[in-house]
């Protein structure tokens, strides 16, 4: 679920969709963890955390609107795939909180990779049989490494690490900063100049979290 399903939903999604329309439609993903997390039992949904997605949610919103999402027909399959992976992502936090804490969270993503990584090879195992390798620079290799060790494995053991310690719910209202990560580093990075819409935006995100951390 959150290596197979998800990583080839999210992947092939945003390659036949936009940057924008995958962080739109990738929003819901806190509410729909902690909606399934209460509906399972595994996590309440208490008030300010629901407070916090109140305020999150659309603030993450206003930070991908900012970029201009086109739902339209050529982007449709992509758009649903993306739905999928969040819906994926939302099922596999909500499944690591209910492991309890009898497993360590470098462990559960060490058991989460292996199982999950076969399906992976199989169904991208024809597009590297197609590769060049020796048209590949250095550049895209230190990439691949890069992806390998510090958005996956350490991203993996620091999110099951926070789903164990706070929840489900409360880890994954901290998605919603990911698009104004993402407007800061194209900022310092490209110089694309966030609107105020974004920092709208940001305020709202970062209101919601700091809600959401009240008991």
């Given at each position: 679920?959150?290596?197979?399903?998800?990583?080839?939903?999210?992947?092939?999604?945003?390659?036949?969709?936009?940057?924008a329309?995958?962080?739109?439609?990738?929003?819901?993903?806190?509410?729909?963890?902690?909606?399934?997390?209460?509906?399972l039992?595994?996590?309440?949904?208490?008030?300010?955390?629901?407070?916090?997605?109140?305020?999150?949610?659309?603030?993450?919103?206003?930070?991908?609107?900012?970029?201009?999402?086109?739902?339209?027909?050529?982007?449709?399959?992509?758009?649903?795939?993306?739905?999928?992976?969040?819906?994926?992502?939302?099922?596999?936090?909500?499944?690591?909180?209910?492991?309890?804490?009898?497993?360590?969270?470098?462990?559960?993503?060490?058991?989460?990779?292996?199982?999950?990584?076969?399906?992976?090879?199989?169904?991208?195992?024809?597009?590297?049989?197609?590769?060049?390798?020796?048209?590949?620079?250095?550049?895209?290799?230190?990439?691949?490494?890069?992806?390998?060790?510090?958005?996956?494995?350490?991203?993996?053991?620091v999110?099951?690490?926070?789903?164990?310690?706070?929840?489900?719910?409360?880890?994954?209202?901290?998605?919603?900063?990911?698009?104004?990560?993402?407007?800061?580093?194209?900022?310092?990075?490209?110089?694309?100049?966030?609107?105020?819409?974004?920092?709208?935006?940001?305020?709202?995100?970062?209101?919601?979290?700091?809600?959401?951390?009240?008991?």
């Open positions: 679920m959150g290596n197979t399903l998800y990583q080839v939903c999210f992947v092939v999604g945003l390659a036949h969709t936009t940057a329309n995958s962080g739109m439609l990738a929003s819901g993903t806190p509410v729909v963890t902690a909606l399934l997390g209460a509906a039992g595994v996590d309440r949904l208490r008030r300010p955390l629901a407070m916090g997605l109140a305020l999150a949610v659309p603030g993450m919103l206003l930070i991908v609107g900012a970029r201009g999402p086109e739902l339209e027909a050529s982007t449709r399959m992509g758009d649903f795939l993306i739905l999928g992976a969040s819906l994926c992502w939302a099922l596999y936090t909500v499944g690591i909180r209910s492991l309890g804490n009898e497993l360590s969270a470098l462990r559960i993503t060490a058991l989460t990779m292996i199982t999950g990584a076969p399906g992976v090879v199989l169904l991208g195992l024809p597009s590297v049989m197609e590769l060049k390798l020796e048209s590949i620079g250095s550049g895209a290799w230190l990439g691949v490494v890069y992806s390998a060790l510090v958005p996956l494995v350490l991203a993996y053991v999110w099951s690490r926070s789903v164990q310690a706070v929840g489900s719910s409360r880890t994954a209202i901290y998605n919603s900063g990911t698009p104004m990560v993402a407007a800061v580093t194209a900022w310092l990075v490209r110089g694309e100049n966030p609107t105020w819409l974004q920092a709208l935006g940001s305020a709202l995100v970062i209101s919601g979290v700091l809600v959401s951390r009240r008991r």
